[in-house]
Nanobody
């Protein structure tokens, strides 16, 4: 079955950087768009960044655009989220997500419902 395993979370101070990684197994990784979402305590899970199946297009939430970068290495079945200039409001559990449909056209979708596979989440805590 499809598995997504995140790594790279931690506790850092404002302005620091972290890189999250998500390794996929159980299907042809290079055929599917991938996304990162996050959920802070008491809040809904929200879209952070997405990358299409080929890696040629990316999209970001306004709150992270210019600070976060999503990328993928199809040879390693892994998607990454480079997070720079972290702020306390970035504190959340970060989830990797895999699109249900292969070779979806257009940008990676920001809607949770198109993602059929989720990782277990990794905690990111940013202190002031």
């Amino acid at each position: 079955q499809v598995q997504l395993v995140e790594s790279g979370g931690g506790s850092v101070q404002t302005g620091a950087s972290l890189r999250l990684a998500c390794e996929s197994s159980g299907r042809t990784f290079s055929s599917y768009a991938m996304g990162w979402f996050r959920q802070a305590p008491g809040k809904e899970r929200e879209f952070v960044a997405g990358i299409n199946w080929s890696g040629k297009t990316t999209n970001y939430a306004d709150s992270v655009r210019g600070r976060f970068t999503i990328s993928r290495d199809n040879t390693k079945n892994t998607v990454y989220l480079q997070m720079d200039s972290l702020k306390p409001e970035d504190t959340a559990v970060y989830y990797c997500a895999g699109d249900q449909s292969p070779f979806r056209s257009g940008n990676a979708n920001s809607t949770k419902t198109v993602y059929g596979y989720w990782g277990q989440g990794t905690q990111v805590t940013v202190s002031a």
